[in-house]
């Protein structure tokens, strides 16, 4: 199985600052078709995960620029600038390249 | 809008069966693919396997023994089967469908195995 290692595993944050975080994967998540299957969730406290970004650097519908995504190949990195209180919990990068599908461990993002 | 809904027992004993449901609304399940993951306590989440609009399954080889995936078109649902369950099995599930990546979860039902 393509393991996903998330670093760092916690980080605190104060409002307004970056954060940034980190996902590298075991194999190369590109894809036979060229493409490359690597998206990015929030869980928030109580709530299911939501898609922030889709295949590495896509920004799902309804979330705002303040989210990116980069990487290619086997590392891979979320960045959230200007950082509010509603991005606080905890983040987990996806690969759907190779079956199974996994997850890494998650980050959690918690305030300084 | 699309929308997910697990619906099932919160409590199974050891041994039995694990069967969940997921009613969606605002979206016709023929289209697009249809998946169940599962968040254990502390954070580690597990993609369990899905099913495609053409009613084909994907399952994760550690499950492949003791998991089904199936639908009723006519309801709009998919269901999942987890059998001889123990207690590892203990879990949040979600459903979820698979377009670009995950796109749209239900609200997830916590599912204990204990005696």
């Known amino acids: 199985d393509v393991v996903l290692t998330q670093t760092p595993v916690s980080l605190l944050i104060s409002l307004g600052g970056q954060a940034s975080i980190s996902c590298r994967s075991s194999?190369?998540?590109?894809?036979?078709?060229?493409?490359?299957?690597l998206h990015w969730y929030l869980q928030k406290p109580g709530q299911s995960p939501q898609l922030l970004i889709y295949?590495?650097?896509n920004r799902f519908s309804g979330i705002p620029d303040r989210f990116s995504g980069s990487g290619s190949g086997t590392d891979f990195t979320l960045k959230i600038s200007r950082v509010e209180p509603e991005d606080l919990g905890v983040y987990y990068c996806l690969q759907r390249t190779h079956n199974p599908w996994t997850f890494g461990g998650g980050t959690k993002l918690e305030l300084k | 809008e699309v929308q997910l809904q697990e619906s099932g027992p919160g409590l199974v004993k050891p041994s039995q069966s694990l069967s969940l449901t997921c009613s969606v609304t605002?979206?016709?399940?023929?289209?697009?693919?249809w998946g169940w993951i599962r968040k254990f306590p502390g954070n580690k989440m597990e993609w369990m396997g899905y099913?495609?609009?053409?009613?084909?399954?994907s399952y994760n080889p550690s499950l492949k023994s003791r998991i089904s995936i199936t639908r009723d078109t006519s309801k709009n649902q998919f269901f999942l089967q987890l059998n001889s369950v123990t207690t590892e099995d203990t879990a949040t599930y979600y459903c979820?469908?698979?377009?670009?990546?995950?796109?749209?979860w239900g609200q997830g039902v916590m599912v204990t195995v204990s005696s």
């Open positions: 605002g979206y016709s399940i023929t289209s697009n693919y």
């Open positions: 295949q590495v650097s």
């Open positions: 194999q190369s998540l590109v894809h036979s078709n060229g493409n490359t299957y």
């Open positions: 979820a469908r698979s377009s670009y990546g995950f796109d749209y």
């Open positions: 099913i495609s609009y053409s009613g084909s399954t």
